[in-house]
């Protein structure tokens, strides 16, 4: 009778999927052979990446996996804005803040996306402005960051969007 009050099954999973996404890239090997900065701002390029993978895989599917997305990237600022308050950032400065990291990431994700297309491609200069903020670490660790991610987009692909929606799988382990 009252099914307005029901929440979607799949998005009860929206929490478990953000934690796989964010122990992803929270590996240490993103910091420490990958030279991404260890700092707040590499960190959220890291989970900026991650979310893309996520937001890429299922952006064609059905209209449940659309409500999905907007739940995962609600979830994301939701902690964003936990964690600036646990780091001392000030109430006041907390919002714009989120608001910021919200743009930056919406920006990020059109930049992967053209970056990973077929039409565009220059994967390289989007990984140095985007994880390495200009400043690119040796070519090694560029080309690393970029086969990681190649494989990361073929591995999810091969996974059945209601696996993802029901968090059911995980990320490709290769580094």
Same mark, same amino acid.
């Given at each position: 009778?009252?099914?307005?009050?029901?929440?979607?099954?799949?998005?009860?999973?929206?929490?478990?999927? =953000?934690?796989?996404?964010?122990?992803?890239?929270?590996?240490?090997?993103? =910091?420490?052979?990958? $030279?991404?900065?260890?700092? !707040?701002?590499?960190?959220?390029?890291? $989970? #900026? $990446?991650?979310?893309?993978?996520?937001?890429?895989?299922?952006?064609?599917?059905?209209?449940?996996?659309?409500?999905?997305?907007?739940?995962?990237?609600?979830?994301?600022?939701?902690?964003?804005?936990?964690?600036?308050?646990?780091?001392?950032?000030?109430?006041?400065?907390?919002?714009?803040?989120?608001? @910021?990291?919200g743009k930056a990431l919406l920006g990020r994700i059109e930049a992967y996306d053209k970056?990973?297309?077929?039409? &565009?491609? @220059?994967?390289?200069?989007?990984? !140095?402005?985007?994880? &390495?903020? *200009? @400043? *690119?670490?040796? $070519?090694?660790?560029?080309?690393?960051?970029?086969? =990681? #991610?190649?494989?990361?987009?073929?591995?999810?692909?091969? !996974?059945?969007?209601?696996?993802?929606?029901?968090?059911?799988? #995980?990320?490709?382990?290769?580094?």
């Open positions: 009778m009252f099914s307005f009050f029901k929440r979607d099954k799949t998005l009860t999973n929206v929490d478990k999927v =953000y934690r796989i996404v964010v122990d992803q890239s929270r590996k240490p090997i993103f =910091y420490t052979e990958l $030279l991404v900065p260890d700092n !707040i701002d590499g960190r959220f390029d890291v $989970l #900026s $990446l991650h979310m893309f993978f996520i937001f890429s895989r299922l952006k064609n599917e059905e209209h449940k996996a659309a409500d999905f997305s907007q739940s995962l990237f609600d979830t994301m600022f939701v902690d964003m804005d936990q964690s600036l308050r646990e780091m001392g950032v000030g109430d006041l400065s907390v919002g714009k803040r989120v608001k @910021d990291m970056a990973f297309s077929a039409e &565009y491609g @220059d994967i390289e200069a989007t990984i !140095i402005r985007n994880i &390495y903020r *200009g @400043d *690119g670490p040796h $070519l090694h660790q560029i080309k690393r960051l970029i086969n =990681y #991610s190649k494989g990361t987009i073929e591995n999810l692909a091969l !996974i059945p969007s209601e696996e993802i929606l029901h968090a059911n799988f #995980s990320f490709n382990q290769a580094i």
